[in-house]
């Protein structure tokens, strides 16, 4: 009997959302004529002093606004929160109930210290970084090899590497030290999109061409 080839499926965990929702919606329709069956639409969330995570937004209206294009495409929707935090001491928030209704959860830590806890002991899907500079920290292989032992992905965005040519230089080099320290386990490659455009929505083939580069 001949071997039966499944089917690849592409995921984009992270699509920023502003408050229109046309907007939101045919964004999330070009993730879907792309190809991508699993779109993550991210609440970027910046953790400081007696702060409150928010609760999930409410997507009915955008996904029902588009019912032609997304449901016969048969396009999964997650609810993602993405906390970017440099004090690892307010991070006591991140078990506020309100975590618990989203569908996937990352962090952007931005210290050494928030770096280390999030690889450690965090409650985490994903961790993510701000590749578009250096970064305030220096990846370590055990911290690496803890954090995927936990079943964390580490996620690189491409959007901020197409928009600008010294984000583009960052991000590779960030890149490939990423992928070298994580031996090719547990990366993800995200858009980051926030807009309509070719710029930032890109096909699957070409991230595939892009994470080629070295």
Known sequence: ??????????????????????????????????????????HEFKLEKKSQVPRPRDLSAVING???NMQAAGVRVLKRLTVIV???SLLHVM??????????????????RTFQQACSTMPIDIITMDMTQQLPYNLRRQQIG???????????????????PTARRYTFSNALDL????????????????????????????????????
């Open 1 to 42: 009997m001949p071997k039966v080839r499944k089917k690849s499926y592409f995921h984009d965990l992270r699509l920023k959302l502003l408050e229109d929702s046309a907007h939101n919606g045919q964004l999330l329709v070009t993730a879907s004529e792309f190809g991508y069956r699993c779109v993550g639409v991210d």
């Open 179 to 214: 992928i070298h320290t994580c031996k090719g386990k547990n990366v993800v490659v995200s858009s980051g999109a926030q807009r309509v455009s070719l710029t930032e929505v890109r096909l699957n083939s070409d991230i595939i061409f892009y994470s080629q580069w070295n």
């Open 66 to 68: 588009y019912p032609g």
């Open 86 to 88: 440099e004090e690892p």
């Open 146 to 164: 803890q954090a995927i032992e936990r079943g964390i992905t580490f996620e690189i965005c491409y959007t901020p590497a197409l928009l600008d």
């Open 95 to 112: 078990t506020s109930p309100a975590v618990s209704e989203y569908d996937v959860i990352a962090v952007q830590p931005n210290s050494e």
